[in-house]
Every structure is written in structure tokens, then in C-alpha cells.
């Protein structure tokens, strides 16, 4: 059974930093790329940030890129979003997600509908 379970979301006022982090379990972790996706309440889930299996590689939305840095531990099998100068619009559930298809299409590593598992979310508010 797979399992991604997301932690570290929280409180934070705008202009802070807070770090969520996604352990996994249930498949070979090095084999899946990871993807950090958020929701904001009314509105579709988003993507915000992507890592290749082994590290080398990341991909941002525009939203986030320079403010936010995604990084994996593949001995621990953890995936980490650090997220700095955060803005009351970063306020979302954040999901982690695996992906076991390499990808080279900027439009389908961004798409949700790509990933394989999912983790439960995590809450992260910005207050202005």
C-alpha cells in the first residue's frame, strides 16, 4: 500500500517561511518523481513544484519560482517544500503527489491528472 503523508503546514504571517514535508512509503521512492499541488478554497488544485527521481532536475510555477524550493531525500524518502516570503494567495491545502512516468511535457508534469498517488493534504494560511 502506498502511502504519502504530508506534514509541517501551519500558520504563518505574510512575508514568513514555513517547510512542509511529504514521507512516503509503499514503492521504491527513487523511482517516482514528486510533485508538491495546492488548493485554495473555490478553486481548481494548482501546480506548484516538481522534482525529478533523482534530484537534478526542478520545475516551478511561475507563482511560487524564487520563493519556494522543492528538495527529496531519497535515503529517507521525503520530499520537502521550503516556502519563503509567503503572501496571504500561497493560503491552500497542500497535496504531495508521485509520479513514476518521466516526463518532458511542461503541460503534463504540471498536470495533476499525470501523478499516481496522492498524499491528504496539509493546510498552510498566510495572514496579512
Known amino acids: 500500500q502506498v502511502l504519502l503523508v504530508e506534514s509541517g503546514g501551519g500558520l504563518v504571517q505574510a512575508g514568513g517561511s514555513l517547510r512542509v514535508s511529504c514521507a512516503a512509503s509503499?514503492?521504491?521512492?527513487?523511482?517516482?518523481?514528486m510533485g508538491w499541488f495546492r488548493q485554495a478554497p473555490g478553486k481548481e488544485r494548482e501546480f506548484v513544484a516538481r522534482?525529478?527521481?533523482?534530484?537534478?532536475?526542478?520545475y516551478y510555477a511561475d507563482s511560487v519560482k524564487g520563493r519556494f524550493t522543492i528538495s527529496r531525500d531519497n535515503a529517507k524518502n521525503t520530499v520537502t517544500l521550503q516556502m519563503n516570503s509567503l503572501k496571504s494567495e500561497d493560503t491552500a491545502v497542500y497535496y504531495c503527489?508521485?509520479?513514476?512516468?518521466?516526463?518532458?511535457?511542461?503541460?503534463?508534469?504540471?498536470?495533476?491528472?499525470?501523478?499516481?498517488?496522492w498524499g491528504q493534504g496539509t493546510q498552510v494560511t498566510v495572514s496579512s
Open positions: 503527489a508521485a509520479d513514476y512516468a518521466q516526463r518532458y511535457s511542461s503541460s503534463d508534469l504540471r498536470s495533476d491528472a499525470e501523478y499516481d498517488y
Open positions: 509503499g514503492l521504491t521512492f527513487s523511482t517516482y518523481a
Open positions: 522534482i525529478s527521481r533523482s534530484g537534478g532536475v526542478t
